[in-house]
């Protein structure tokens, strides 16, 4: 798979598409999670109303250390074997998953405060949550801070590579330390803690988010190759005068 | 239309719920028109540099183009 799409040129064709189609399924994923969400599901027995913010919250945050997953293995992937499309897909996904990162923590605080009574609280949850918004924003900025984008792109792939050690922290936290945030109710190895009329939108909500980000990584990892071409492009121009 | 605003007020925590559904619209559509503006963008420059340069190889990032 890698291999078949080591071509860019390729990459592209396959993406133009590819991209109707998971367009058209996000949106409908959307209007279903949706109405999940907001008009078929019950409150919560504790939480009254207030879980519907679960269900724009949680898939954010999901898709927030996806995406730093994507970063990094397109990061190590462009330093180790010099893959064509490693660093076009961390620069593509890098902004995606800084915006769902701080998507997860307004949702966050917009839930934290009536059901704690704070906005925030300086948690082991929601600080590391934090320190995954500075690493984005460092991967961002080194990836914009040198003239040669090759350079950028290696100086940030070595911070991606390194911030991944923060992923683990995230998804253990309410585990290793006291916290207010609440324990995951979803595990591989267990059944759900959750109502099945509360857990069926939020993962219909999640694969909606899912298909997003496929959406958006497909359309910038375009935007990324047709930038690289423009600058060759441009070179090109001045070289003739 | 009582029925309504009881709906919208979600228990006396509709501008909690409402603010993050709000938020997420938000930040989602607007990545969504900034990426897809941004590709367009880039694809037109590069056809129309492609054009004074002839004998530049066609772009691969169009539907159909390699």
Redesign the interface.
Known sequence: MMHRFAN???F??FA??ATPWTAALTALLFAAGLFLA?FASP?DYQQ???V??MY??VP?AWMAMFAYVVVAAGSASALVWRHPLGDVVARAAS??GA?FT??AL??GS??G??MWGAWWVWDARLTSVLVLLFLYMGHIALLNAFDDPARGGRAAAILALAGIVNLPIIKFSVDWWNTLHQPASISRFARPAIDPAILTPLLVMAAAYFA?FV??LL??V??E???A??RA??S??LA?G | MEGVLAYLDMGGHGGFIWAAYAAAALVLVGVWVLSWRGLKRSEEELKRLETRLPGARPTGTARGRA
């Open positions: 860019p040129a390729r592209a064709r133009a598409a907001l409150p009254g109303e207030t519907r913010i724009v919250h954010s902004p995606v915006l701080l998507l307004i949702t917009l839930w405060k009536p997003y959406t958006m359309v910038r375009r935007a190759l047709a930038e071409k423009l492009a441009r090109a121009v003739r």
